[in-house]
């Protein structure tokens, strides 16, 4: 029988979905994700995890109670670095999440919880590859061939998201389906809005209360961080004084200055209670979209009690502004 | 030049030593009430409890007239590497004008010369103040250890002494008159008890976030707190530990390892701040036979909160009573209170139970 790899449809999911599900199909093994989240699953969570922790990390042990009785293992890498910037690296959550997981919850089927470190070389992936395929008795050779195939996978899931300027769920969708989306007609859209956030926020669509939805039936195009090109975020990096430590910041930073230059009707930043980053993130995108004058900015914090009607009024509150002084009603 | 730096404990006193002397003017102003108000009205709401003191202490300074601020670096992934940086903007757009020295750790050098510099004073001066400031720290940290081991036998009387400790140190024009002033306040404050009663005093070790732990109005003086309740206290970290522990590459490297070592299996990763600090510190105490741990983190902490998790194994796995206190602007010294009096019942309780079996006797409560 396939070993079954339990992967929790939560934090880095929505970044790196389609290379480890390539990578473990390619090993031979069945890939079960935790269900999309839910009113129970988010509840489940909230009891297990420390009162203190953001709402994420509450509903990360959510998914990862929906696994513990399905699979043989469950697939929780330790993540320290994705690229080759040095000095940056994931919320200090992140960095002790299997340990964190492991303390809170009993009895679960063993971690692979492997350290990515990408920073170290070009090489790392190959290795850290290797590593995992041992701990499932695959041969070095296999591994490799198939981190290859995982490449490939995850580069043309980021195609899809720039060249279709759909945000990473709807991407995830397609390359589940195997098909692809017919996109909105373009003059639908009356107004076009920077939606920054972590990924694992903006495209659940339970914990963001589906905002993106919303916002399209409000006549408005949304855009978030994955969709604009990784160089032309690295240019923005250039302008800031220091880099941030957390790599899913460092991105809703740059994105929100790109799209400043890009001249957007509007940013959203969505953010979520008791998240440490975001505390500093929003104050800096807020003064800069004040220095630059004119720029309409609005924060939403979410929490596990957020209201679905609440954040609806402040929505059509933000877009009925705008449409308003653009002279559109 | 008007210079001014957050405060932090003890840290203050060394700072204000080494700018006066190079002839600044320094611009301290103490921590209070205003500075919380001040700090939780500009800071971003989720920024922790340290950043709204630190933006407070800020705006303080800058009524009182100062132009340059002082802010140390770092590189994450705790906030704190970027609290100059976020300050200095909010400043900026409250329309105060300054210049912002945030010493980092790849220019830290050169930053120090070019303010030596504009000061008028040489590599020589300079490294003689810091010298001096370094030990005045060194002693000031040795001695709060001290009085906070023994406030709970020796009553408040140490508390006395090192305010005079205080004063001596503030005339202290080189390292010998620190030195003199170190023995003597030791001394004295060990002659207030005889050792063998030190002996029968209920150990609890403080561990958690740095500033929370050195800064007393920040944790509304907790180590006093416990001391009057009869309890011997030690800290995990002091500004001089800190230092010792960071500046010198090698032993940062053996400390880290040690930090590894002892928080193994709870927690295998730096994960920035002093969350792998608090989880290592907390087991070696209990191997040295502590009677309870209190680790105190400010809200939003994100080292802490990763650590504050983990606590609660620790504490089955190794039986020993742990406290996890979160703090912010909002906290009310009444509420603190009873929560260290019910984490101080229980043990208390515990320490006579252990005794009791040694010498026959149980008496409960004190």
Redesign the interface.
């Known amino acids: 029988m396939k070993l079954r790899i339990g992967i929790p449809r939560s934090l880095a999911y929505f970044v790196f979905f389609p290379f480890w599900k390539t990578f473990f199909r390619s090993l031979d093994m069945e890939v079960v994700i935790s269900p999309a989240t839910s009113k129970g699953v988010l509840d489940s969570g909230v009891k297990e995890?420390?009162a203190?922790?953001c709402v994420p990390i509450k509903l990360f042990h959510g998914h990862v109670l929906e696994l513990k009785e399905q699979v043989d293992y469950i697939f929780l890498p330790?993540l320290?670095s994705i690229n080759k910037e040095d000095?940056v690296?994931?919320?200090?959550?992140f960095?002790?999440l299997?340990?964190?997981i492991r303390?809170?919850l009993p009895n679960l089927p063993p971690l692979i919880d492997e350290?990515v470190d990408l920073q170290k070389g070009p090489w790392e992936i190959y290795r850290l590859c290797v590593r995992i395929g041992r701990v499932l008795g695959k041969s070095p050779w296999a591994s490799l061939l198939a981190c290859r195939k995982g490449r490939a996978a995850q580069q043309q899931y980021e195609k899809i998201i720039w060249q279709l300027k759909v945000t990473p769920a709807e991407a995830l969708q397609m390359v589940e389906k195997y098909q692809v989306l017919p996109p909105a007609a373009e003059e639908e859209y009356q107004l076009s809005f920077a939606v920054l956030g972590f990924p694992y926020t903006i495209n659940d669509r339970f914990i963001s209360v589906d905002m993106v939805k919303k916002l399209r039936q409000l006549g408005v195009r949304v855009l978030t961080a994955e969709m604009v090109p990784r160089q032309n975020l690295l240019a923005q990096a250039r302008k800031l004084?220091?880099n941030?430590?957390?790599h899913f910041s460092n991105q809703v930073m740059r994105a929100a200055m790109y799209f400043m230059d890009e001249k957007v009707d509007g940013i959203i930043h969505v953010?979520a209670?008791?998240?440490?980053?975001?505390?500093?993130v929003?104050?800096?995108i807020e003064?800069e979209a004040?220095?630059r004058g004119k720029i309409p900015f609005m924060n939403i914090t979410i929490d596990e009690h957020t209201g679905e009607a609440g954040v609806l009024t402040r929505l059509e509150a933000f877009v009925d502004m705008l449409k308003l002084r653009r002279g559109m009603i | 030049m008007r210079i001014t730096f957050p405060h932090m404990g003890n840290l203050a006193v060394a700072l204000e030593s080494i700018f006066s002397s190079l002839g600044a003017q320094v611009v301290a102003p103490p921590l209070n009430k205003e500075t919380i108000a001040l700090g939780s009205r500009y800071?971003?709401?989720?920024?922790?409890f340290p950043f709204k003191l630190v933006l407070g202490n800020y705006l303080q300074a800058l009524e009182e007239g100062t132009d340059t601020l002082i802010m140390l670096?770092g590189?994450?992934?705790?906030?704190f590497?970027?609290f100059g940086?976020?300050a200095g903007?909010?400043l900026q757009?409250l329309g105060y004008e300054f210049r912002m020295v945030i010493l980092e750790g790849d220019n830290f050098l050169s930053q120090i010369a070019s303010l030596g510099e504009e000061l008028g004073a040489g590599w020589r001066d300079i490294l003689r103040v810091v010298r001096l400031g370094w030990y005045k720290l060194a002693a000031l940290d040795q001695w709060e250890a001290l009085v906070n081991q023994k406030r709970a036998v020796a009553g408040s009387r140490v508390d006395a002494l090192y305010l005079k400790g205080v004063t001596l140190l503030g005339q202290a024009l080189n390292i010998n008159d620190i030195n003199e002033g170190l023995n003597y306040i030791q001394n004295e404050i060990n002659n207030c008890l005889d050792s063998s009663t030190l002996k029968q005093t209920p150990r609890i070790a403080i561990v958690g976030d740095i500033y929370m732990q050195v800064e007393p109005f920040a944790n509304h003086n907790l180590a006093r707190l416990l001391g009057e309740r009869g309890f011997a206290v030690y800290r995990s970290i002091y500004v001089s530990s800190w230092v010792k522990h960071n500046f010198w590459p090698p032993a940062k490297k053996r400390e880290a390892q040690r930090l590894l070592k002892d928080a193994k299996p709870?927690?295998?990763?730096?994960?920035?701040?002093h969350?792998l600090d608090t989880v290592a510190n907390t087991v070696n105490y209990q191997r040295q036979g502590f009677h309870g741990v209190i680790q105190i983190l400010p809200?939003?902490?994100?080292?802490e909160?990763?650590a504050?998790?983990?606590l609660?194994?620790v504490s089955r796995d190794l039986d020993i009573p742990i406290l996890s206190l979160?703090l912010d602007e909002h906290s009310a010294q009444e509420g603190l209170i009873t929560r260290i009096e019910a984490f101080t019942d229980v043990v208390r309780h515990r320490y006579n139970m252990s005794r009791s079996e040694i010498v026959g006797s149980y008496d409960f409560g004190k």
Do not use: H
């Open positions: 995890a420390v203190d922790a330790r320290v000095t690296t994931f919320c200090p959550k960095l002790g299997p340990d964190l303390a809170t350290k004084p220091k941030l430590f957390w953010t209670f008791g998240c440490g980053p975001d505390a500093m929003n104050k800096m003064l004040k220095a | 800071a971003p709401e989720g920024a922790c670096g590189n994450g992934p705790c906030r590497g970027y940086n976020l903007v909010i757009d709870y927690l295998c990763s730096m994960v920035g701040g969350g809200m939003t902490c994100m080292p909160i990763v504050q998790s983990l609660p194994k979160v």
